[in-house]
Protein backbone atom coordinates (compact mmCIF):
# COMPACT_ATOMS: atom_id res chain seq x y z
CA UNK A 1 0.00 0.00 0.00
CA UNK A 2 1.28 3.50 -0.80
CA UNK A 3 1.13 6.40 1.12
CA UNK A 4 -2.23 8.59 1.34
CA UNK A 5 -1.47 11.85 -0.04
CA UNK A 6 -2.32 14.80 2.33
CA UNK A 7 -5.90 16.34 1.64
CA UNK A 8 -4.37 19.85 -0.16
CA UNK A 9 -2.13 17.63 -2.78
CA UNK A 10 -4.82 15.50 -3.90
CA UNK A 11 -5.98 17.40 -6.79
CA UNK A 12 -2.78 19.66 -7.31
CA UNK A 13 -4.58 20.96 -10.49
CA UNK A 14 -7.38 22.39 -8.76
CA UNK A 15 -5.00 24.77 -6.69
CA UNK A 16 -3.30 26.22 -9.51
CA UNK A 17 -7.22 26.61 -10.88
CA UNK A 18 -8.33 28.11 -7.81
CA UNK A 19 -5.56 30.76 -7.85
CA UNK A 20 -6.31 31.72 -12.28
CA UNK A 21 -9.70 32.04 -10.65
CA UNK A 22 -8.84 34.46 -7.69
CA UNK A 23 -8.94 37.16 -10.76
CA UNK A 24 -12.25 36.33 -11.73
CA UNK A 25 -13.36 36.90 -8.22
CA UNK A 26 -12.54 40.37 -8.58
CA UNK A 27 -13.99 43.44 -9.79
CA UNK A 28 -12.73 45.81 -12.00
CA UNK A 29 -10.58 47.65 -9.63
CA UNK A 30 -9.40 44.74 -8.08
CA UNK A 31 -11.58 44.25 -4.81
CA UNK A 32 -12.78 41.04 -4.34
CA UNK A 33 -16.43 40.89 -5.26
CA UNK A 34 -18.86 40.98 -2.77
CA UNK A 35 -21.15 37.10 -1.78
CA UNK A 36 -23.89 38.42 -3.11
CA UNK A 37 -22.36 39.08 -6.89
CA UNK A 38 -23.83 36.92 -9.59
CA UNK A 39 -20.65 35.48 -10.56
CA UNK A 40 -19.84 35.03 -7.46
CA UNK A 41 -22.30 32.62 -6.57
CA UNK A 42 -21.43 30.97 -9.50
CA UNK A 43 -18.08 30.17 -8.55
CA UNK A 44 -19.64 29.07 -5.25
CA UNK A 45 -21.83 26.91 -6.67
CA UNK A 46 -19.06 25.28 -9.13
CA UNK A 47 -16.83 24.70 -5.98
CA UNK A 48 -19.45 22.98 -3.89
CA UNK A 49 -20.32 20.72 -7.12
CA UNK A 50 -16.68 19.79 -7.29
CA UNK A 51 -15.61 19.65 -3.76
CA UNK A 52 -19.15 17.23 -3.51
CA UNK A 53 -17.97 14.62 -6.78
CA UNK A 54 -14.46 14.68 -5.35
CA UNK A 55 -16.13 13.48 -2.35
CA UNK A 56 -18.29 10.37 -3.38
CA UNK A 57 -15.37 9.46 -5.68
CA UNK A 58 -13.41 9.21 -2.44
CA UNK A 59 -15.94 7.46 -0.74
CA UNK A 60 -16.72 5.10 -3.74
CA UNK A 61 -12.91 4.31 -3.65
CA UNK A 62 -12.96 4.17 -0.43
CA UNK A 63 -15.99 1.17 0.07
CA UNK A 64 -15.13 -0.62 -3.38
CA UNK A 65 -13.59 -4.13 -1.79
CA UNK A 66 -9.81 -4.46 -2.54
CA UNK A 67 -10.20 -8.11 -3.46
CA UNK A 68 -12.76 -7.58 -6.46
CA UNK A 69 -14.78 -9.88 -7.86
CA UNK A 70 -14.80 -12.33 -11.17
Not at 25 to 32: I, Q, R, S, V
Amino acid sequence: MGKKKPESQLFPEVEALMEGMQELMCDEDGKPLSPDHPQYKKFAGLLENIADRAAKRNQADSSSDPTGTA
